[in-house]
């Protein structure tokens, strides 16, 4: 059980908006810390999607944007395309265990 | 152009010593963490732990510590991760990422990863 629990799997149909949350705790997201997102393609290296909750770095979609609230954080995809199917990871800082952390991951298939 | 590039696949037994690295280049190696990150197989991201400069700026995650050392050659704008005794449980691939600015900033850069197999 990770510290930053996500949604093992989402799904959505090609044009539709699906969010993918982060719930942490008080220790964690909910202390401030930034969070950020990451899209993982099958096989490839994680790339940075979402950076200190809200920020996109350059060349990202605005297809992608993030919010939190309180001790959970979400992504959100609109206009949902075949190759934004991926695992996605959250990450953040925990002040008690004193270490960086990712979310376990979520699944995202198109249908 | 910011490239991290890693060194090639291993295979090791159990007990062995393994040290990898990670290159950068086309950007000011020391103005930049770097982190590891693993993925054991058909598992989730875990962060590792960062290096800042030199092995004087590191952070380990506390589940970690002990078990692997971070280092960094600023002469040669690498960063490693070694083991001095590998188990089969260390079987995974193995990223280095670099850092937007600070420590706790998110990872902008990434290495194509390293797999690293442990197997008697």
């Known amino acids: 059980q990770s510290v930053l629990t996500q949604t093992p799997s989402v799904s959505g149909a090609p044009g539709q908006r699906v969010t993918i949350s982060c719930t942490g705790s008080s220790s964690n997201i909910g202390a401030g810390y930034g969070v950020h997102w990451y899209q993982q393609l099958p096989g490839t290296a994680p790339k940075l999607l979402i950076y200190d909750t809200w920020n996109r770095p350059s060349g990202v979609p605005d297809r992608f944007s993030a919010s939190k609230s309180g001790t959970s954080a979400s992504l959100a995809i609109t206009g949902l395309q075949a190759e934004d199917e991926a695992d996605y990871y959250c990450q953040s800082y925990d002040n008690s265990l004193s270490t960086s952390l990712f979310g376990g991951g979520t699944k995202l298939t198109v249908l | 152009e910011v490239q991290l590039v890693q060194s090639g696949a291993e295979v090791k037994k159990p007990g062995e010593s393994l040290k990898i690295s990670c290159k950068a280049s086309g950007y000011t190696f020391t103005s930049h963490w770097i982190s590891w990150v693993r993925q054991m197989p058909g598992r989730g991201l875990e962060w590792m732990g960062n290096i800042f400069r030199d092995d004087s700026d590191t952070t380990y995650s506390p589940a970690l510590q002990g078990q692997i050392t971070i280092s960094a050659d600023k002469s040669f704008n690498t960063a490693y991760l070694q083991w001095s005794s590998l188990k089969a449980s260390d079987t995974a691939i193995y990223y280095c990422?670099?850092?937007?600015?600070?420590?706790?900033?998110?990872?902008?850069?990434w290495g194509q990863g390293t797999q690293v197999t442990v197997s008697s």
């Open positions: 990422a670099r850092h937007r600015d600070r420590s706790g900033s998110g990872l902008d850069f």
